[in-house]
């Protein structure tokens, strides 16, 4: 079982960056496939990137394609999303996925959220 942790999240103006962090705890966190999920208010909880296990293997939505970075640290346990140019709909709670490679169990964190306005 894996824990996760989000952090980075804030409110930043239209065009500047963040950096989430996603800080997972637990056994064998390289045999996760992890993915940065979001949610607006009063919408679905959508998929923004997916980073495969060793990460080699990249994913994003055609929404943040060009301006967010998926990357992942397995020594640290760790993934990150770089995110630049931000636009007001880029707003929502940001929640980092776990998913085991030999599983079917999700995991979630408590998520951050990511506030772009002037």
């Known amino acids: 079982q894996v824990q996760l942790v989000e952090s980075g999240g804030g409110l930043v103006q239209p065009g500047g960056s963040l950096k989430l962090s996603c800080a997972a705890s637990?056994?064998?966190?390289?045999?996760?496939?992890v993915s940065w999920y979001r949610q607006a208010p009063g919408k679905e909880r959508d998929l923004v990137a997916t980073?495969?296990?060793?990460?080699?293997?990249?994913n994003y939505a055609d929404s943040v394609k060009g301006r967010f970075t998926i990357s992942r640290d397995n020594a640290m346990k760790a993934v990150y999303l770089q995110m630049n140019s931000l636009k007001p709909e880029d707003t929502a709670v940001y929640y980092c996925?776990?998913?085991?490679?030999?599983?079917?169990?999700?995991?979630w964190g408590q998520g951050t959220q990511v506030t772009v306005s002037s």
């Open positions: 996925n776990a998913h085991p490679i030999y599983g079917t169990t999700d995991y």
């Open positions: 980073i495969s296990t060793s990460g080699d293997r990249i």
């Open positions: 637990g056994p064998f966190f390289s045999r996760y496939r």
